[in-house]
Structure formats: C-alpha cells, structure tokens
C-alpha cells in the first residue's frame, strides 16, 4: 500500500529536520578545539615571534631611516651618560644620566628588533664608539667633542655634558618629528612620539640646571 500524499509530506519534513539537525551539529563542533587544533580542522596558531610583532609590509623607508639612525643616535647618548657617574659632580646630573640611560637603552634592542624582522641590517657599534661615520646626523657629536668630554670632571663636567646633551635631545627630537610625519608603521611612530615627550621634557630640565629657564 502506497503511502497518502498528507504522510509522504510528513516523512519529508521529518527528513529534512534531521538533515539540518546534523548540519548545526557539525557546524557547532568546529567551534572548539578538537584535538589541540582550531574550528574547520586548521591548525593552532603558534606563538608570537619578534616578526609577528614587526610584520614585514607594514613599514616603509621612512621607518627604517629612523631605526637605522636612531640607534647609533641612543647609543652616543648612552656613552655620554655612562661617563656621567664617574665624572659628574651633580646629583641631578647623575640621576639625568641614569634616566636616560633607562629610557633608551630598550628603544635600542626594540629598535633593533625592528630591523631584524624587516630584514634589514642593524646599525654595528663603532670601535671605541667612533660615531663619526653618522656625524651628519642633527645633534650627533665628533669624536673631538666626546674626548674633550672625556677628560673633564665636576662641575666642568656637569656644564659641558649638559649642554652636548640639549644638542644631542634636540637632535633626536628633529629626528623623530621627520618619522611622524612620514613613517607608515604605527609602533615606530608611537616611539618617536615618546621620544619627543620625553626628551623635549629633558631638554627643559637640563637647561634649568645650566640656568637658562
């Protein structure tokens, strides 16, 4: 006996309920983790990695001008304030000193990091710290400059350090206003935008103690 229309309609609609009954199911386990791997059976995302962090593609030469000049730029300022606890006689020189040491010390390997995942050459430290092939940058210093530095101590030394320093902030400061204005990758712009807060604030303090303020 052949099944009535009003039936075979019900067989139908009960099929077709638990056809997508099973597709929702389906669906709904690719939500989770299975077997340590992600939803449709792809696998688990790894951790970051320094080039995660710096994708390739997101920067332009702007960017890697200011990574390339800034680090050599960090790295006399760090000379200079290393020279500051043996040689300054001011307490609030030596401190400046050591804040300037904390601050750029990590934009250095940041930066660093930077042009690695870029792949792109890190600028080397100079034998004996000879800044000279960068001396063309704004508020570098000659090798003259730094040894004249060298050799002074006390209050000499306060005064001179103080003043190659302003030069040196106001030279970073230029340099990072030239990345905000035509950097593409947002974390290096966000660093210059720092580095003009901070050291622009420095430059304040510094010519206070030279009595300029």
Known sequence: MKPTPPLMRRIALVAATAASTL????????NGDVDGRSG???????????SDRAPAGTHNAADVAFAKGMIPH?????????????????????????KIKKAQDPEI???????????????????????????AMPGMKGMKEMDALKKK????????????MVGHHQGAVRMAGTEKDKGAYGRAKTLAAGIIKAQNAEITQMNKLLGKN
């Open 23 to 30: 597709v929702l199911a389906a669906c709904g386990s690719n």
């Open 40 to 50: 449709h059976d792809s696998p688990a995302k790894p951790a970051s990695s320094p």
């Open 74 to 98: 960090h790295r006399q300022a760090l000379e200079m304030a290393d020279l500051a606890a043996t040689r300054a006689a001011s307490h609030q020189v030596k401190e400046l000193a050591e």
């Open 109 to 135: 390997k940041t930066m660093s990091g930077w042009l690695t995942a870029w792949d792109e050459e890190v600028p080397e430290e100079m034998p004996g710290m000879d800044h000279s092939a960068h001396s």
């Open 153 to 164: 101590s006390g209050k000499d030394f306060d005064t001179s350090f103080l003043e190659m």
